[in-house]
Nanobody
Framework: QVQLVESGGGLVQAGDSLRLSCAASGRTFSSYVMGWFRQAPGKERHFLATVSRSGSSAYYADSVKGRFTISRDNSKNTVYLQMNSLKPEDTAVYYC????????????????WGQGTQVTVSS
């Protein structure tokens, strides 16, 4: 079992950058594919990015490609989401998730979820 704790959210202005972190418990972090999702008020949770177990491969939603970067440090049991050029429409609760299967954009493909961290982007 993996426990995930996100951090790094906050209130920023449009155009700013933020880096979210997700710390995982346990000694098997490197055996999980990791992903980031977000959920805006009244909307469904949407896929943002996923990174392979080694960190060598990453995949992004078109909406964030070129602005967001996912990475991981297996020595620190942590996955990151670097977010640049933030827009008001990026306002949401951001979740990290762990999958025991292949990298996927499907929510159902993830077994463990963090509690989320709020990101608010003002115009």
């Amino acid at each position: 079992q993996v426990q995930l704790v996100e951090s790094g959210g906050g209130l920023v202005q449009a155009g700013d950058s933020l880096r979210l972190s997700c710390a995982a418990s346990g000694r098997t972090f490197s055996s999980y594919v990791m992903g980031w999702f977000r959920q805006a008020p009244g909307k469904e949770r949407h896929f943002l990015a996923t990174v392979s177990r080694s960190g060598s491969s990453a995949y992004y939603a078109d909406s964030v490609k070129g602005r967001f970067t996912i990475s991981r440090d297996n020595s620190k049991n942590t996955v990151y989401l670097q977010m640049n050029s933030l827009k008001p429409e990026d306002t949401a609760v951001y979740y990290c998730a762990a999958s025991g299967l292949r990298p996927t954009s499907e929510k159902n493909g993830y077994d463990y979820w963090g509690q989320g961290t709020q990101v608010t982007v003002s115009s």
